[in-house]
T-cell receptor, first 114, second 115 residues
């Protein structure tokens, strides 16, 4: 595997379900991110992990719970979601330090909440 | 309040001609700007970036221009090719070279390159 991978690619869940999204980066980076992309809206940063420590929670509801067990893996645990949470969830990684700001994205998980 | 704006949701250009995609920002703390390209069913792919200490950066067919006084940047693609058809996102970052970068994105411009 190369780059940033995400599983599953598509997920349909009911409002009472619990599910998890998984992200893995194979780039040797030390920062990872979760973004949400809703229709007609810009990508919204949800969470930032820097060296496995959460450094940003962009006012995300508690029904979204991130987990970063190491610098290569990132999870987003979902429970009691609402239909308006249906969106494309993107994971990204980057290397902290120097003048590098580029983030590298996975293909995303298309989530539908019914 | 959207800090990064792409006011043209779509753009159609003939193959071989120049494509110009525009982006405006409001936050004067932004000091690094990036362009991403996104195909359907794929994540955004990094294309080109520019630091606020420069006003131009070129990489092959892609050139980004930055006008700090106008808080405006543009991406020029020349010559445009059918494979360039995608959604292009402008993003900006404020400082944080020693910490994880936080990118603020625009809503994107869909470019269609016609034969």
């Amino acid at each position: 595997e190369t780059g940033v991978t995400q599983t599953p690619r598509h997920l349909v869940m009911g409002m009472t379900n619990k599910k998890s999204l998984k992200c893995e980066q194979h780039l040797g980076h030390n920062a990872m991110y979760w973004y949400k992309q809703s229709a007609k809206k810009p990508l919204e940063l949800m969470f930032v992990y820097n060296f496995k420590e959460q450094t940003e929670n962009n006012s995300v509801p508690s029904r979204f719970s991130p987990e970063c067990p190491n610098s290569s893996h990132l999870f987003l645990h979902l429970h009691t979601l609402q239909p308006e949470d249906s969106a494309l969830y993107l994971c990204a990684s980057s290397q902290v330090g120097g003048s590098i700001h580029e983030q590298y994205f996975g293909p995303g998980t298309r989530l539908t909440v019914t | 309040d959207q800090q990064v704006k792409q006011n043209s949701p779509s753009l159609s250009v003939q193959e071989g001609r120049i494509s110009i995609l525009n982006c405006d920002y409001t936050n004067s703390m932004f000091d690094y700007f990036l362009w991403y390209k996104k195909y359907p069913a794929e994540g955004p792919t990094f294309l080109i970036s520019i630091s606020s200490i420069k006003d131009k950066n070129e990489d092959g067919r892609f050139t980004v221009f930055l006008n700090k006084s106008a808080k405006h940047l543009s991406l020029h693609i020349v010559p445009s090719q059918p494979g360039d058809s995608a959604v292009y996102f402008c993003a900006a970052s404020a400082g944080g070279t020693g910490t994880a970068s936080k990118l603020t994105f625009g809503t994107g411009t869909r470019l269609q390159v016609t034969l």
